[in-house]
């Protein structure tokens, strides 16, 4: 699934581009059943009240491979829209993903195709039964600029697994020396087989300038192969 949100520094955290196929809230990077099998919708609101919202469709085309289609408004105006490729395999007892996404600013009435923002990574979990640690790194390349965000998180499964509590630290360095703190907590619910709904509160401490920000962000995941089972 794919989670990116918050404006501003959060915005740049969360967000330095559109995210993975399972990034906009905690959560791990999964890979998209066969078929048309996901839609995401993540609304954030940020200290300050700046505001975005991103919109994810995925089709699982098998063989552990996923293809997918990104939207971001964040609400001042500009919009990118995003294309998404992303593999999974199984390295002994781990999950393997590794994702590459291609993205373009949609904001003026022509897009110009040369100029394409993008990212790409990888993340690698292990299950524990009691409990999902993983890993993420990702880079991006946006206007010649470049960013590296490593991220580290682990998965509680709750009630069966009907609820996971997700806890991730990251940091990023948007300006040059600076490595902001980026904490973030969501316990997503499945509500069913087809709908997941994921909460999540990110706190930010950017050290280079001594300030706190927070950001709220809501996210719904919905599987339309598995609606009419629900």
Known sequence: MVRLTVVGLVTVLALAVVSPPGVGAA???????PGFTDIELYGTAA???SSQWVTVAGFGAGHGLS???SFVDEGSGSRSAGAIVMLTRRVRDSDLDIWLEAGWDVSAREVELGSVSWAGGGELST???????YARM???VDGGTARVHPLLGGMMPFFGGRLELHVELSTEEPDAGAWPIHL???PNVHLSAAVELLPELSLVHD???GENSWALTLGVIVDPSRL???
């Open 27 to 33: 959560d791990l990077v999964e890979p998209w059943d």
């Open 47 to 49: 200290e300050g009240g």
């Open 67 to 69: 293809l997918g289609l």
């Open 127 to 133: 299950d524990r039964g009691a409990w999902v640690p």
């Open 138 to 140: 990702t880079c991006s």
């Open 184 to 186: 973030a907590v969501g």
């Open 207 to 209: 050290r280079a300038r």
């Open 228 to 230: 009419h089972r629900s």
